[in-house]
């Protein structure tokens, strides 16, 4: 089996994210794009001009001066589309760099978790903050309402595991912090907010998945056990 290989610059053999391949990669010389600033890519059908992370980077659909010094392109041999950092950033195609939602996360939830992880690359700020009001969605799904830190009070007096709190306030303050610029610099923590999204699973698995299939098995078992269970603790 081929080994999976990562993007990454200058480098010449990668897994294509287009692809999917593992495959040779040809990059383009710099000197090439800076003898042509009205580079289009459009022409060569090598990227979608609608993805939303590279059309950001556009003016009539061409490269800006200041963009061209800050660009790396590696043309795939095997389908021929073209993997585009700016500033080191990967920026075509949009590529997911965490993990998918759990299946139990309630739509409202998950919709958010999905919209963070495909800005997650570019803005680490922005994903921050769409995380902390996907977990006070998931609060407020589990019948805690109003204040996000006295949700996460709520829930530690009716027992939640320290585990699960530390994780909400990681979320809660990293979160905050993205919106109102305190103490934690997001924008450098790019790592930290993708294991974020690891956090929020691992909640959505306490508190959901693991609780419905644990009352769902205790009350499988024989009526005349679980009367015998309910006398016990009388």
């Given at each position: 089996?081929?080994k999976?290989?990562?993007?990454?610059?200058?480098k010449?053999v990668?897994?294509?994210?287009h692809?999917?391949?593992t495959?040779?990669?040809?990059?383009i010389?710099?000197?090439?794009l800076e003898s042509?600033?009205?580079?289009?890519f459009?022409?060569?059908?090598?990227?979608?001009?609608?993805?939303i992370?590279?059309?950001?980077f556009?003016?009539?659909?061409?490269y800006t001066?200041?963009?061209?010094?800050?660009?790396?392109i590696?043309?795939?041999?095997?389908?021929?589309?073209?993997?585009?950092?700016?500033?080191?950033?990967?920026?075509?195609?949009?590529i997911?760099?965490?993990?998918?939602?759990?299946e139990d996360?309630?739509e409202?939830?998950?919709?958010?978790?999905?919209e963070?992880?495909?800005?997650?690359?570019?803005?680490?700020?922005?994903?921050?903050?769409?995380?902390?009001?996907?977990?006070?969605?998931?609060?407020?799904?589990?019948?805690y309402?109003?204040?996000?830190?006295?949700?996460?009070?709520?829930?530690?007096k009716?027992?939640?595991?320290?585990?699960?709190?530390?994780?909400?306030?990681?979320?809660?303050v990293?979160?905050?912090?993205a919106?109102?610029?305190?103490?934690?610099?997001?924008?450098e923590?790019?790592?930290?907010?993708?294991?974020?999204?690891?956090?929020?699973?691992?909640?959505v698995?306490?508190l959901?998945t693991?609780?419905?299939?644990?009352d769902?098995?205790f009350?499988?078992l024989?009526?005349?056990?679980?009367?015998?269970?309910?006398?016990?603790?009388k």
């Amino acid at each position: 089996m081929i080994k999976h290989i990562l993007p990454e610059i200058n480098k010449d053999v990668f897994t294509c994210p287009h692809c999917k391949f593992t495959a040779q990669q040809i990059f383009i010389n710099k000197v090439i794009l800076e003898s042509d600033r009205r580079l289009n890519f459009k022409e060569y059908n090598l990227v979608d001009m609608q993805d939303i992370n590279h059309k950001r980077f556009l003016s009539n659909g061409h490269y800006t001066p200041d963009i061209i010094s800050k660009i790396d392109i590696a043309i795939c041999t095997s389908c021929e589309k073209a993997t585009i950092w700016i500033d080191r950033n990967l920026v075509v195609p949009t590529i997911t760099t965490v993990e998918e939602p759990n299946e139990d996360m309630p739509e409202k939830v998950k919709e958010l978790y999905l919209e963070a992880s495909q800005v997650v690359e570019i803005s680490p700020k922005s994903a921050g903050a769409l995380l902390r009001l996907g977990l006070q969605c998931l609060c407020e799904e589990l019948g805690y309402k109003g204040n996000i830190n006295k949700s996460i009070r709520d829930m530690v007096k009716d027992g939640v595991d320290s585990r699960v709190q530390q994780s909400l306030d990681i979320i809660r303050v990293i979160g905050n912090n993205a919106v109102h610029p305190g103490e934690i610099n997001v924008g450098e923590r790019k790592e930290d907010v993708i294991y974020l999204f690891t956090l929020l699973n691992y909640i959505v698995r306490e508190l959901i998945t693991d609780k419905n299939r644990r009352d769902s098995l205790f009350n499988s078992l024989p009526q005349k056990v679980l009367v015998g269970i309910e006398q016990r603790d009388k």
